[in-house]
């Protein structure tokens, strides 16, 4: 059901992991029509429930929509899709060093930055988009 909590957050999840299918594929042009779609229902929120889930949530889909455009070779937009990640408390740095497709970006200041920024805040859940309270 459109309404249901989550459903938001997990349908834009789908299309991003979806995207990052159709990359390693190398079907780029379907990897973009989903990622596309993907940024379009975040950004417009329309039709379904966006209440964060554990797993679903702004900083987890943000994410997800980094890693599709770091696999792209897109790595200006990847690093805007990271920080909308930080800006709502995802930090797992682990995942940043671990995964193949920021491995390009590993030098990036940037990245460099943000990696740092999530060894310092420590693994705490993406609660939603205030870190209020957290350790920074």
Not at 31 to 36: M, P
Not at 82 to 101: F, I, M, Q
């Amino acid at each position: 059901h459109p309404q249901q909590v989550g459903t938001g957050f997990t349908l834009v999840r789908a299309l991003a992991l979806a995207a990052k299918a159709y990359r390693a594929l190398g079907v780029n042009s379907e990897a973009r029509a989903h990622i596309g779609e993907a940024e379009a229902l975040l950004s417009s929120r329309a039709g379904y429930a966006f209440l964060p889930l554990y797993e679903a949530n702004e900083g987890t889909t943000a994410l997800d929509c980094a890693s599709v455009y770091a696999g792209l070779g897109k790595h200006s937009i990847a690093m805007s899709w990271l920080e909308r990640a930080w800006d709502a408390c995802w930090n797992d740095h682990k995942v940043l060093t671990g995964s193949p497709d920021f491995a390009r970006m590993q030098e990036w200041p940037a990245f460099i930055a943000v990696v740092e920024g999530c060894r310092n805040r420590g693994l705490y859940p993406a609660p939603g988009p205030s870190c209020e309270g957290l350790p920074a």
